[in-house]
């Protein structure tokens, strides 16, 4: 399953980026977030994050490596726990003006999760659209 929202708010392009960049911020932005802390790394690919978050009455944590990052423009993260495998894609696109944010996010369930995939997948694309409401409005007070 994967899910792209786009959005685009009047603040510098560099600033958006470097917010999310550090993963640990979705603390702020992501409804679902627990908690994000780093684990290793300095921000590079292979920094590896943990994040705990809650899915459906209940808290589960994610494991995340950066995989991709083209400084200022786009960061790829996998995450993985024993019941999915999630990639989160942000790209940022803009200048001092403003900025526009293309996040994708895909989850493969595993072992018998993935039977249940027409049973999560709306409660998955209310998580994203969550997500992506709360990152444009936290975007908007930086």
């Known amino acids: ?3 792209v929202r786009t959005l685009t708010v009047p603040v510098p392009a560099d600033r958006v980026f ?3 960049a550090d993963f640990t911020t979705t603390t702020e932005w992501d409804p679902a977030t627990v908690r994000t802390e780093r684990i290793s790394g300095t921000g590079g690919v ?3 994050y943990r994040n705990r978050s809650r899915f459906m009455g209940r808290e589960a944590e994610v494991d995340y490596v950066v995989t991709e990052l083209d400084p200022g423009r786009h960061i790829l993260l996998r995450g993985e726990n024993q019941s999915l495998v999630a990639h989160d894609d ?11 944010v293309t996040y994708s996010a895909s989850f493969d369930l595993k072992g018998l999760w993935k ?4 049973v999560l997948a709306p409660a998955l694309k209310r998580l994203v ?3 992506a409401e709360g990152l444009r409005r936290t975007l908007h007070t930086l």
């Not at 942000?90 to 526009?100: I, N, P, Q, R």
């Not at 039977?115 to 027409?118: D, E, R, Y």
Request: proline share 4%; net charge negative.
């Open 1 to 3: 399953m994967q899910f």
């Open 18 to 20: 470097a917010y999310l």
């Open 46 to 48: 292979g920094t590896r």
């Open 90 to 100: 942000m790209t940022v696109e803009g200048d001092a003006s403003g900025a526009t």
């Open 115 to 118: 039977l249940a995939t027409p």
């Open 129 to 131: 659209d969550q997500g």
